[in-house]
Each structure stands twice: as structure tokens, then as C-alpha cells.
């Protein structure tokens, strides 16, 4: 079990997503995403992102300004979510119109260890197929399931901002020593998929989507890249 870092985290307001996409992407890494359920808050560390611009191919912006799309169109901050793959996924609007950031995995978190309660919670929004528990480190392991585990769906959130009172993001004051940075998950090869838009915190990197370090003949210095922020 993780716990936040701190018992009075800072709140980030929507000036903090007003940066360039492979910016923030990278500075969204071991930030900490707060929804409310059911009077329980529910924590998880930002461990995985993906930066999306405008004028590659590989972002939905790209395809035009949609009434679906709208939020990659609105201030920073702005949540844009969509369905993938049978389930929903959770992006934020940054600087410039048409750029975000997905959020790709994260890991669970309990606010103290008097706190057991936000942990059971999420396990139980994000079983197996079976119905067994998910194993922890996988709870929140890629994008969708990431979101059933902590219950933020699109009709709810899209082209919504943050709200401290339901859902937010704060900075318990931790920092990854080291990224990986590498190319994109599910892009096509004619969508820019060459792009190094995906950032890991290096120390979750086996909770991951995919594991760029457990990649056969994957090299440092060429399919991916280890630095110090």
C-alpha cells in the first residue's frame, strides 16, 4: 500500500495546465488525481501520460472541432474524455487550442494508513472479469481501467473543469527522479505513430501500459529514452 506524501497536499488550479503538451505531460507525472464516491475520497498517482498536439496526426484535434471534441477547443484544464476500447479515458486541455495530455495509468493511493476505506473502493469498482479482485498494481494500470477504478465517466466529466468538491488534482509534493520516455501506445504508423509523446515515472514503470524496459532489443538512447527531469 502507497499513501499520499503529505496530510495537506496543494490543490492544482488551471494555470498549472498551461504549458505545451510534452511539457506538461512530463510534469503531470506523480501528480495526484481526487475523485469523491459515495462520500469516500479516491487517490491515485499520475504514473504514465501521452502528449497529443494539433498538427499530428495522431490526436483527435486533428480530425476538427466536434460538439465530442469541444473540450481540446476550450482553456486549459478543461477535462476532454472519451470511450477506447469499450471504456473511458481521461485527457486535459493545455496551452494552445487542440492540444492535451492523456492520462494513461496511475497507482492507487490511500490518503494515510488509518485509511483503507478509498483503496477497497476502487478495488471494488475494478474487479476481474471473473469477479476476483484486481491485484493492486493493476487497478489503475491504462487508461480505461484507470477510470472505472476511480468512477469518472465521459457523461459525467467531458468538457467539464475540475471541481475541488467531486473530482481535482493535487501535488503531494513527490517528484519521479527519472523518466522514460518512448512513443506512443495504438497510434498507426501513418498517424505519426514515430512520435516520443508517452512519459513514465521510471519507478512505476513496470505497472505501466506497456514496459518499454521489458521490450525485446528495445535499447536506452534509441526506442526509448532514460533522463532526470
Known amino acids: 500500500m502507497e499513501y499520499l506524501k ?65 473540450a481540446l477547443f476550450m482553456p486549459p484544464g478543461t477535462i476532454y474524455m472519451y470511450y477506447a476500447r469499450g471504456g473511458d479515458s481521461l485527457n486535459f486541455s493545455c496551452q494552445g487550442e487542440g492540444n492535451a495530455v492523456l492520462i494513461k495509468s496511475a497507482f492507487p493511493l490511500a490518503h494515510s494508513e488509518q485509511d483503507q476505506e478509498s483503496v477497497a473502493l476502487m478495488l471494488a469498482n475494478n474487479p476481474l472479469k471473473n469477479g476476483k479482485p484486481r491485484p493492486l498494481e493493476k487497478v489503475c494500470a491504462g487508461q480505461t481501467l484507470l477510470c472505472r477504478a476511480m468512477g469518472l465517466r465521459v457523461p459525467d466529466w467531458n468538457a467539464r473543469q475540475l471541481d475541488e468538491d467531486t473530482f481535482t488534482m493535487i501535488d503531494d509534493f513527490y517528484n519521479p527522479s527519472q523518466i522514460i520516455q518512448s512513443t506512443r501506445l495504438g497510434i498507426p504508423p501513418h498517424r505519426d505513430a514515430h512520435l516520443p509523446y508517452r512519459f513514465i515515472d521510471a519507478r512505476y514503470t513496470k505497472y505501466s501500459t506497456k514496459n518499454p524496459l521489458s521490450v525485446r532489443n528495445w535499447q536506452n538512447g534509441k526506442e526509448y529514452t532514460i533522463f532526470s527531469p
Not at 494555470?15 to 503538451?21: Q, S, V
Open 6 to 70: 503529505t496530510a495537506t497536499p496543494k490543490r492544482l488550479d488551471s494555470d498549472f495546465f498551461d504549458r505545451d503538451a510534452r511539457v506538461l505531460a512530463q510534469d503531470l507525472l506523480g501528480k495526484v488525481l481526487q475523485v469523491r464516491q459515495d462520500n469516500q475520497w479516491l487517490f491515485s498517482r499520475i504514473i504514465e501520460t501521452e502528449a497529443y498536439l494539433i498538427n499530428e496526426r495522431g490526436s483527435h484535434a486533428s480530425l476538427g472541432n466536434t460538439y465530442s471534441r469541444r
